[in-house]
């Protein structure tokens, strides 16, 4: 990272299924071939387990075992050791990138997924402009977090978003979410972030009405919510954080791994990385809130 602070070590991509993964890691191998995806040191691709969604939640984690259980040998380190995974985490960049969409309304591109699917735009390169095209110079443009943190940043690759990463500043300790303004109705199918004077975010909404935004002041003075645009950066210590949240520990193999009865909830149910959990940020965030924004939302989780 020393001198390239652009530079990512991991570039990881998300998918649904094996077959899905296997189409997005030749997709990915035509491009490194000809010499694209050098700002990242590593690129893989990584499906959900068992060939179910696991939601982009428990897909950021299984990215994040990914990377711990290929950094641990390396490192020696203890697995046990929640100081020695947090160390691997500071000294590292990592993007991932979710894509295990189908693109059902263009079924002809369902096998490569939505990710790959052509948009307009004129591409320099041996490839045509697909979405990842589109969208991945943003993501590999946006700033580092604070220096020896490490940087942990999930991004969807199934939607536009259109900004200038050098406006972006991704240095705060914690989480930090990226935001538009948009109309109550537009964010009423989104997420919704409730901020302070000094862009804190108080409250997250999951996909409230407009009057369910009033209520809580996520409205300002020119009639605008802001919208969560699904990129989030968050430093080591948080990244531990969830992962101790969710029970990752060692296996006797020396590896990470769920606890299986929660593996096998989470196969059940997902989880959503905005909806179970950051609808449990926010400096006035209560159980009941996120239990109340997670349930509107959609999650399968019950209150226990």
């Not at 390239?4 to 998300?14: A, F, G, V």
């Not at 690759?157 to 948009?182: I, M, N, Y």
């Not at 924004?293 to 989780?301: D, F, K, T």
Request: glycine share 10%; aromatic share 6%.
């Amino acid at each position: 990272m020393e001198g390239m602070p652009n530079s990512w070590d991991y570039l990881i991509i998300t998918a649904s299924n094996n077959a899905q993964a296997r189409a997005y890691e030749s997709q990915v191998a035509l491009r490194r071939k000809i010499g694209m995806l050098s700002e990242a040191g590593t690129v893989k691709v990584v499906a959900d387990p068992g060939g179910r969604r696991i939601g982009s939640g428990g897909s950021t984690i299984e990215c994040l075992l990914e990377v711990l259980n290929l950094e641990i040998p390396a490192e020696c380190a203890d697995p046990a050791d929640p100081s020695a995974l947090e160390a691997i985490l500071r000294r590292l960049r990592i993007l991932i990138i979710h894509a295990g969409g189908d693109s059902r309304r263009l079924p002809a591109y369902g096998p490569c997924g939505k990710i790959f699917v052509p948009v307009p735009g004129e591409s320099d390169g041996a490839f045509g402009m697909t979405l990842f095209e589109s969208q991945l110079p943003t993501y590999l443009a946006l700033p580092p977090g604070r220096e020896g943190s490490g940087q942990v940043v999930v991004a969807s690759g199934e939607a536009a978003v259109r900004f200038d990463p050098s406006d972006v500043r991704l240095f705060e300790d914690g989480a930090t979410v990226l935001g538009c303004h948009a109309s109550p109705e537009a964010a009423a199918r989104h997420g919704v972030l409730c901020t302070g004077r000094d862009d804190r975010v108080r409250l997250y909404l999951q996909k409230p009405e407009p009057a369910a935004q009033a209520r809580v002041g996520a409205i300002n003075r020119y009639g605008q919510a802001i919208l969560d645009t699904g990129i989030l950066s968050f430093d080591a210590p948080s990244a531990m954080v969830i992962l101790r949240a969710f029970g990752i520990h060692p296996s006797p193999s020396g590896k990470l791994e769920w606890p299986p009865a929660l593996k096998n909830a989470v196969h059940e149910r997902g989880i959503d990385l905005h909806r179970e959990i950051c609808c449990a940020m926010g400096s006035d965030a209560t159980a009941a809130h996120h239990l109340a924004n997670a349930h509107h939302g959609g999650s399968l989780w019950s209150e226990e």
